[in-house]
Every structure is written in structure tokens, then in C-alpha cells.
């Protein structure tokens, strides 16, 4: 088996590349052209020798329509996107041109082919919800121009594949971190700025909202249930644990682990609060868990890990 993975130098890229290379899959990654290879995901699971990249970007369709060339891929992970939330406030426009128009072009890269297709969605889709737990049936009102630009992406995977066949599922993953996670996001930001706290380069850390709740899993977890999908029928899935914590708990939590007082280091600043937030978010795993998959880490386990491996970070 071929798959091409878009964003493999990301956390979940990384993840699922370590993931298929151990099932034997050859494994092909796009990967924008930076200055400085941006590698350091690969490089910490071992594994940068064994996949093979190509330059690439979701804004430009030629450059898509080679790697489809180079990978002859069985199955294509769609994983990159502009995917941190507070930057898509700042740039909507390239929001919308990477995470919206960029699946566009690769689905029309594979509309009349085999290829099985997986589309990374996202329970930031849900953003304003009335119900306790959101499953595949509850209705999007994303908060912020990441989740409408996801939105966009997912319905028109849904299109494609109503319209033209083409063998393609979508997971609505909720928030899923690992010592992986990039260093803007709030839960790695609290991993790092306890060891720097214990490294004496600062004294306090500050936040955002820490009443907000999210349904937080480990990405080794989630990219597991990528794979699954793509070896069923086309579908849907809301990816989750089924259980909310909020961010205060992640921090009662992650300095506890440290040995730390959190309410010795910790403040709120007004400046890390979005223009428009999301309070609350709690998946519904049900419908994954009917095809054999269930999570291995629990919320205290996941963030073990991330205290005791927080020096996994970029160079």
C-alpha cells in the first residue's frame, strides 16, 4: 500500500506516518518548501529516512497534481491546514486559501479515481452548541474563520462524494494532543512554561480563558481511527473521548505532575482571549467506536506524557 499524507511534518502527520510505515506502507508526505526544513516531528519518532517527501502546496494545484504523480498514492490523508485558531482571526484570507480551497483542488485532483480519501474536520465546526455531547448529526456553528473554513472543506468533501463516487471520509476529530503538539497551543504552552519555570527562565505563565472546556485525546490515538476509516465504506466520524476538561484542569493537572503550585505561576491575560470563543466541546464517540476503535490514553495519561516529554519541541 501507497499513502500521500499533506502536512506530514505536523503533529498528526507524524503520528500517522509512524503509524502506516510499521503496516508496511510505502509513505509519500507533502511538504511546503521553507527556508529551514521543518522536520523535527519526524526526526523525535525516528523515522525522517523512511518517508519521502515532496515539495508541495494545497494553494497550488500543479504542485499537488505532481506529488499525486510521484506518490501514485492508494490512499491520500488530507492533513494540512492553517489550523491555529487564534491566526485565522489575523488571516482569514489565507485561512480560507489553504484549509478550504486547498481540499477543493485536491478533490478535484481525484474525482474520477479510486483513491480513498481521507479529510481532516474538526469540532471547532460545532463552535456555538446546544447540545451536552455533538455527534455527526449535530449542526456546525463554527466560532472563528478556522471553523468556517473547515466547514467549507468538509461539506465539500461530502459533495464530491455524493456526486461523483469518490471514496472519501471525513473525521471530526476533537482537540487531540502529545509532546508533538506545536508550541502556540495552549496545552503545549503550559507543558513549556512549566520547564521553564523549573528551568528558572520565568516565574509566571500566562493564559487565556481557563474556564473554557474542550474533549481532549492523544493524536497517537486519533490517527489510528484515520486509518480505520479509510478501510470501511465512505463516512463521517466524530473522533472523541466523550469526557470535557477545562483548561484550568489541564493546568491543576500538568503542575501537579511537576511538582508545581499553579496558583503560584499562573495568570489570566486579556490579550490570549478570542474575539469570539467556544465554552464548551464534547464529542460523541459512539458511531467510531462501532468499527473496533477506542482510545488507549486517558485524559492524566496524556498529559504525563506531555510534562515528562516537553523537551519534544522545535529546534
Known amino acids: 500500500m501507497r499513502a500521500l499524507i499533506t502536512g506530514i511534518t505536523g503533529q498528526d502527520g507524524a503520528y500517522l506516518a509512524e503509524l502506516l510505515l510499521g503496516m508496511d506502507y510505502e509513505v509519500f508526505g507533502l511538504k511546503r518548501r521553507l527556508s529551514t ?17 515532496i515539495d508541495g ?14 506518490s501514485l498514492p492508494d490512499e491520500v490523508y488530507n492533513l494540512a491546514a492553517q489550523s491555529f485558531v487564534p491566526s485565522s482571526f489575523d488571516s482569514p484570507n489565507t485561512t480560507f486559501d489553504i484549509n478550504a480551497k486547498g481540499v477543493i483542488n485536491l478533490l478535484e485532483l481525484l474525482r474520477f479515481s479510486n483513491i480513498k480519501f481521507y479529510q481532516a474536520s474538526t469540532s471547532e465546526m460545532f463552535g456555538l452548541v446546544n447540545v451536552e455531547s455533538q455527534d455527526e448529526n449535530t449542526p456546525f456553528h463554527p466560532r472563528s474563520p478556522y471553523g468556517v473554513s473547515k466547514a467549507a472543506a468538509h461539506y465539500a468533501t461530502i459533495n464530491y462524494r455524493e456526486a461523483y463516487g469518490l471514496q472519501a471520509s471525513c473525521g471530526i476529530l476533537f482537540n487531540h494532543e502529545s509532546p508533538l503538539r506545536g508550541e502556540e497551543f495552549v496545552t503545549k504552552k503550559i507543558t513549556n512554561g512549566i520547564q521553564d519555570i523549573l528551568d528558572g527562565k520565568t516565574e509566571t505563565l500566562a493564559l487565556g480563558n481557563l474556564e473554557a472546556k474542550r474533549d481532549w485525546g492523544h493524536a497517537r490515538d486519533y490517527v489510528e481511527a484515520m486509518w480505520l476509516m479509510l478501510q470501511k465504506d465512505p463516512n463521517d466520524y466524530v473522533v472523541a473521548t466523550g469526557e470535557s476538561h477545562s483548561v484550568k484542569e489541564f493546568v491543576n493537572l500538568a503542575f501537579a505532575k511537576a511538582g508545581l503550585n499553579p496558583e503560584k505561576h499562573v495568570i489570566v491575560d486579556k490579550k490570549y482571549l478570542r474575539p469570539s470563543d467556544v465554552p464548551i466541546l464534547c464529542g460523541s ?14 485524559f492524566e495519561g496524556m498529559i504525563e506524557e506531555m510534562v515528562s516529554q516537553r523537551y519534544l519541541k522545535a529546534a
Open 37 to 53: 526544513p521543518n522536520l523535527w516531528r519526524l526526526d523525535a519518532l525516528g523515522i525522517t529516512e523512511s518517508v519521502k517527501i
Open 285 to 298: 464517540p459512539r458511531k467510531i467506536k462501532e468499527l473496533g476503535w477506542s482510545p488507549k490514553y486517558n
Open 57 to 70: 502546496d494545497m494553494t497550488d494545484m500543479a504542485s499537488l497534481s505532481r506529488a499525486l504523480s510521484i
